[in-house]
């Protein structure tokens, strides 16, 4: 008994200078911030408090209690005003009550999966203090900023690979809960290195949703396209071919193989899972094609409805060919761009409906802007940029 009270007066006792350390910062702070206000209502004024001066432009009007929320919690400041001009609006703003750094981690925090709803208690926590779910919801909205921002972000340079791809949301359109299609998109130019070129939202994923993305990059500079890697989606490949009708189209080989399990019987998909990829593992598309013959005349003459699947998909699925040997593993799937709507729908989950369109834009943009954000320091193709214009003429790289 006489050992757990010790230990409970012992962890008192090491809270207490924590909470008087806190105190000494905050007065401290509290200190700093009226002195510079002072400071500030006397250039207003033009004399010092108390002084009989003959330049005085104004006059001083009392003081007033102002809340200002902190990392260590609200402060009672007194701010000066004068007659004239009111109170001074230099040091903190006129209708500040958070410092920004408070706002930064709010942001932060939203970004990263704490919802509205959540957020009060993660400052109460870490302030002592809590924020309402409108002052959040307020609070997010600095993030368009960062939504026009890469929506107009001119594109310099020519970008060899283009990657395209879509997920759903919930949204609210005219008060009734819908899907929307989030349209994303990066490239890769002859440094090697990925951007992230654009994020949009559509009504539904449609060809004219897609053209009109498309259109935007290429108003915004983007050239020199080479090769379009995409899922098989017939909205993809009509607005590439209007827009970027130079450009070759990859079939995500992850996406095809899941279209041809799809029409294989469940005890024979292992067998025709290997089978595939011993096809698009071949050194050549000759070879490949090879491969593909091979299977049709063995386990593919039992399944008529996989060989029909492979032929039709077989062209766009083996464009890769026609680019670099060192490319082909990262130019074959869109498995970057999968990653990156895992990371969106694991931040979404949480929220279920969203709100309206702009709060959607609002908190994907930030969110795929913090997570490409490394993509800078890596260099995602190492090898065979110098000779990527070559082969995008069609010319072969393992004849």
């Known amino acids: 008994m006489e050992k757990s009270v010790g230990m409970h007066v012992s962890a008192q006792e090491a809270e207490e200078p924590k909470v008087e350390l806190r105190e000494v910062f905050r007065g401290a702070i509290r200190t700093a911030l009226e002195l510079m206000l002072e400071e500030e209502i006397k250039e207003l004024v033009g004399a010092k408090r108390y002084e009989r001066v003959g330049g005085r432009v104004d006059r001083r009007n009392g003081t007033y209690l102002r809340r200002?929320?902190?990392?260590?919690?609200?402060?009672?400041?007194?701010?000066?005003?004068?007659?004239?001009?009111?109170?001074?609006?230099?040091?903190?703003?006129?209708?500040?009550?958070?410092?920004?750094?408070?706002?930064?981690?709010?942001?932060?925090?939203?970004?990263?999966?704490?919802?509205?709803?959540?957020?009060?208690?993660?400052?109460?926590?870490?302030?002592?203090?809590?924020?309402?779910?409108?002052?959040?919801?307020?609070?997010?909205?600095?993030?368009?900023?960062?939504?026009?921002?890469?929506?107009?972000?001119?594109?310099?340079?020519?970008?060899?690979?283009?990657?395209?791809?879509?997920?759903?949301?919930?949204?609210?359109?005219?008060?009734?809960?819908?899907?929307?299609?989030?349209?994303?998109?990066?490239?890769?130019?002859?440094?090697?290195?990925?951007?992230?070129?654009?994020?949009?939202?559509?009504?539904?994923?449609?060809?004219?949703?897609?053209?009109?993305?498309?259109?935007?990059?290429?108003?915004?500079?983007?050239?020199?396209?080479?090769?379009?890697?995409?899922?098989?989606?017939?909205?993809?490949?009509?607005?590439?071919?209007?827009?970027?009708?130079?450009?070759?189209?990859?079939?995500?080989?992850?996406?095809?193989?899941?279209?041809?399990?799809?029409?294989?019987?469940?005890?024979?998909?292992?067998?025709?899972?290997?089978?595939?990829?011993?096809?698009?593992?071949?050194?050549?598309?000759?070879?490949?094609?090879?491969?593909?013959?091979?299977?049709?005349?063995?386990?593919?003459?039992?399944?008529?409805e996989v060989v029909k699947c492979l032929d039709e998909g077989f062209g766009a699925a083996t464009a890769f060919y026609d680019f670099p040997h060192e490319h082909w593993s990262r130019i074959r799937t869109t498995n970057g761009l999968e990653r990156l709507n895992r990371e969106i729908k694991r931040r979404t989950r949480a929220i279920g409906a969203f709100p309206d369109r702009a709060s959607v834009l609002r908190l994907v943009t930030a969110l795929l802007l913090h997570v490409t954000s490394r993509w800078s320091s890596r260099r995602y193709l190492t090898k065979g940029m110098a000779g990527c214009p070559a082969a995008c003429r069609g010319e072969e790289s393992h004849p």
Not at 239 to 251: D, N, T
């Open 68 to 304: 200002l929320m902190t990392s260590l919690g609200h402060l009672e400041l007194r701010v000066p005003r004068s007659r004239e001009h009111g109170a001074t609006g230099e040091v903190l703003g006129r209708y500040r009550r958070r410092t920004e750094e408070i706002d930064d981690m709010v942001a932060a925090a939203y970004v990263h999966g704490v919802s509205t709803r959540n957020m009060k208690e993660v400052t109460e926590s870490l302030m002592g203090d809590e924020v309402s779910r409108s002052t959040v919801s307020r609070i997010t909205k600095r993030l368009d900023a960062a939504v026009e921002e890469l929506r107009h972000a001119p594109i310099e340079g020519p970008q060899y690979y283009l990657y395209l791809d879509a997920t759903h949301l919930d949204v609210r359109w005219a008060r009734i809960v819908g899907d929307a299609a989030v349209l994303v998109a990066y490239a890769i130019g002859p440094d090697g290195y990925r951007r992230l070129l654009a994020v949009s939202l559509g009504a539904v994923e449609d060809e004219a949703s897609w053209t009109d993305l498309l259109t935007m990059l290429i108003e915004r500079g983007l050239t020199g396209v080479k090769l379009v890697i995409a899922d098989d989606h017939k909205a993809i490949a009509k607005a590439v071919r209007m827009v970027l009708p130079e450009a070759s189209r990859q079939r995500c080989l992850v996406h095809f193989e899941r279209n041809v399990m799809a029409k294989a019987p469940r005890h024979l998909r292992g067998r025709v899972a290997k089978e595939f990829a011993s096809i698009f593992a071949a050194p050549t598309r000759k070879d490949a094609k090879k491969q593909l013959e091979v299977f049709k005349a063995g386990l593919g003459s039992h399944l008529p």
